[in-house]
């Protein structure tokens, strides 16, 4: 490893480096991008587009259990695209177990209601290969797409050897030097398997492994209240396994509270066993199978279980290991992910950052994706425009799916005082689940500041197909709708969604249509 | 760089769509070859006296599992008139191969005669225009 270089004294006159020429600088690469994910291959392509010469590299480490996988990043490869595929094969049960009421002679009114009767219809080999031949021709098309923008793309390991020189490894141990006049970092974060309980590492698994798992996941543990233990315990509880989540405080801290707490409610509702507040102390294998012993969080009592698979998903960490980042004094923030201002720029001028690994960023992909371009046309194009992280739209994909752009209930009588906010929700019917007689209600949560003619600052929806509900409202909530607006707007019938354009106060419950 | 003219357009994978796995259906017979790396290519393609269909196609691609079987059954039936030459893209050896031929869809054939490729075709188009465009390739 070479010795500190400190790079030249920056000169910033604007949201870049300007201490180095932009060309003829004598580097190999305009760019090298370090991370193949979501933000790195956005920002990969939109500069070499702008005609910088760029570099991009991947690589994968090995999960504890040795899961690997190729180009794409965790959105694509053990994220988002797999959960939602997965997601999608639970409400295919549902709908399949539904389809008597329909009119349909496939499955028997009722044939489908126990956990074992859906296990049974249920093949996990042949939905975890779809999945994964699905995700390999996204492999393909990424290592394709980066050929047709002239971006070069290294599957290895890059480590800074000083402030312009990266050495880049690959799997058979080459080591190639390259240098470039600036770079991005986008390698993004891994699962955290908890030191303090015995085992975890040895024994479980996380969400690195689950979507290409070459056994049933059978009975199941889902340890931590994120969105990625509730969405993972909510399918495999839907084509029939025998799931517990247990949860050490509350569900899905940082989201809407009442969101949450109904996201819970649903899910035990439906056959997923929750222990709440129970944490996890060790891990030991019986057989096939896992003994876990856990406590109570409050009183201290103790339990025992065994599973077939233990599934934690209590965090992820930011993934520097390896990138030589020490060689080159950048500030990292307690938690070790990297310290970006407003422009992504690092504490060292001409390395910049997005994706998971950034402080104080939104860990999603369109954030990712929109924070790489913008960075891109920052550094080759003369833009200013940085990266807006007001109302970001999210969804959780939880049995009872929940979307939401703007504040939480918490985070808003926070910022404005209870007093300045109208608050509107309601539980409402859907049409749909009528005839199989179902009983769950969808809800939805307004909230508006008085002060400021009812703007609404926070839009919580939980039902049927909430990521493409709450997509459109998210263009209203950013051109700052009032209350008036929605009330202003027709609603489309008969649909979830026209629910929040007929919004009152006091009226919190469904009088039919 | 290659750069080649594609001929031909059927079913293909470009990444989009969900497909069964393609169980590798290794032949022992002299008419159809795995190719293991780039120097293996040269051997039995570019070298080649007969003329060679080089089948690059990946194990989750769906319009590759139904391809190479009805080529494998072409080789067999126009014994020795042709070879046929496997690449895995997947495969890390073949790297170079796939990179030469710019290949951006799958499954892509590319027919060669006397080292030289005439004609290219991405997807599977099914079995009778594939035995014509191969019976042009050897008569």
Redesign the interface.
């Known amino acids: 490893m070479g010795a500190v270089i400190k790079p030249p004294k920056a000169v910033m006159t604007g949201p870049v480096d300007t201490h180095l020429p932009e060309t003829g600088h004598g580097f190999d690469y305009d760019l090298i991008v370090i991370g193949g994910g979501s933000g790195g291959l956005a920002c990969s392509k939109a500069a070499a587009e702008l005609g910088a010469k760029v570099a991009i590299l991947d690589f994968v480490k090995p999960s504890p259990q040795g899961t690997r996988w190729g180009l794409g990043g965790t959105c694509v490869n053990v994220g988002c695209i797999p959960k939602k595929?997965m997601h999608t094969a639970g409400i295919v049960g549902e709908r399949l177990a539904e389809s008597y009421h329909f009119g349909w002679n496939v499955v028997e009114e009722d044939a489908m209601n126990e956990l074992s009767a859906k296990k049974e219809k249920f093949s996990w080999e042949r939905l975890v290969?779809?999945?994964?031949?699905?995700i390999?021709?996204?492999n393909?098309?990424?290592k394709?797409d980066l050929?047709?923008n002239k971006v070069e793309y290294l599957n290895a390991l890059g480590e800074f050897l000083d402030a312009h020189t990266i050495q880049a490894t690959d799997?058979k141990g080459n080591k190639k030097k390259m240098t470039a006049r600036r770079f991005v970092l986008a390698t993004g974060g891994r699962p955290v398997f908890p030191q303090e309980v015995e085992n975890a590492e040895q024994l479980a698994i996380s969400s690195d492994d689950l979507f290409s798992l070459d056994r049933e996941p059978g009975k199941t543990l889902c340890v931590g209240a994120s969105y990625v233990s509730l969405e993972c315990a909510g399918f495999l509880t839907a084509i029939g396994n025998d799931v517990t989540v247990m949860i050490r405080s509350i569900p899905l801290r940082g989201f809407d509270e009442q969101s949450a707490t109904m996201i819970v409610s649903h899910m035990s509702d439906h056959g997923t066993k929750i222990l709440q507040p129970w944490a996890p102390s060790k891990l030991t294998k019986v057989g096939e199978k896992i003994q876990v012993d856990y406590y109570n969080v409050n009183t201290k009592e103790t339990a025992s279980d065994t599973f077939d698979t233990v599934f934690f998903a209590v965090g992820r960490y930011p993934d520097v290991k390896g990138l030589g980042l020490e060689n080159l004094e950048l500030k990292l923030s307690p938690s070790g992910k990297i310290q970006v201002d407003e422009f992504e720029r690092t504490s060292v001028p001409h390395i910049y950052a997005i994706g998971d690994i950034v402080a104080g960023g939104i860990e999603l992909t369109p954030v990712a994706i929109q924070c790489g371009k913008l960075l891109a046309t920052r550094l080759y194009n003369s833009s200013t425009k940085k990266m807006d992280y007001i109302n970001v739209p999210t969804t959780v994909f939880t049995p009872l799916e929940y979307g939401a752009v703007g504040l939480s209930e918490e985070a808003a009588v926070s910022k404005y005082g209870k007093d300045n906010l109208n608050i509107y929700s309601k539980s409402f019917n859907i049409l749909e689940y009528q005839l199989p007689h179902r009983e769950d209600q969808g809800f939805v949560k307004l909230i508006c500041v008085k002060s400021e003619n009812e703007k609404v600052v926070g839009f919580h929806y939980l039902g049927p197909n909430a990521g493409e509900v709450t997509q459109g409202v998210a263009i209203a909530v950013k051109l700052s709708a009032t209350k008036q607006d929605f009330d202003d707007t027709v609603g489309i019938h008969p649909v979830c969604a026209e629910v929040f354009t007929t919004l009152r106060l006091g009226q919190t419950e469904d009088s039919g249509c | 760089m290659m750069h080649m003219r594609i001929n031909r357009i059927g079913n293909l994978?470009?990444?989009?769509?969900?497909?069964?796995?393609y169980k590798r259906c290794y032949s022992s017979s002299k008419n159809v070859v795995q190719l293991k790396n780039l120097n293996d290519f040269e051997e039995q393609v570019i070298k080649s006296k007969a003329p060679v269909v080089v089948d690059f196609y990946?194990?989750?691609?769906?319009p590759c599992k139904n391809l190479t079987p009805k080529l494998v059954g072409l080789a067999e039936k126009y014994d020795g008139k042709f070879l046929l030459a496997k690449v895995d893209?997947?495969d890390?050896n073949c790297t170079e191969i796939v990179r030469q031929y710019?290949i951006?869809?799958?499954p892509t054939l590319v027919m060669f005669k006397n080292g030289e490729p005439t004609v290219t075709i991405v997807g599977d188009r099914g079995i009778d225009p594939l035995e014509s465009d191969l019976k042009q390739l050897f008569d």
Do not use: P
Request: aromatic share 14%; glycine share 10%.
């Open positions: 595929l290969e779809n999945v994964q031949n699905y390999h021709g996204l393909f098309k990424y394709v050929r047709s799997i | 994978n470009i990444g989009k769509g969900i497909f069964n796995t990946a194990d989750w691609c769906g893209i997947d890390i710019e951006r869809a799958l």
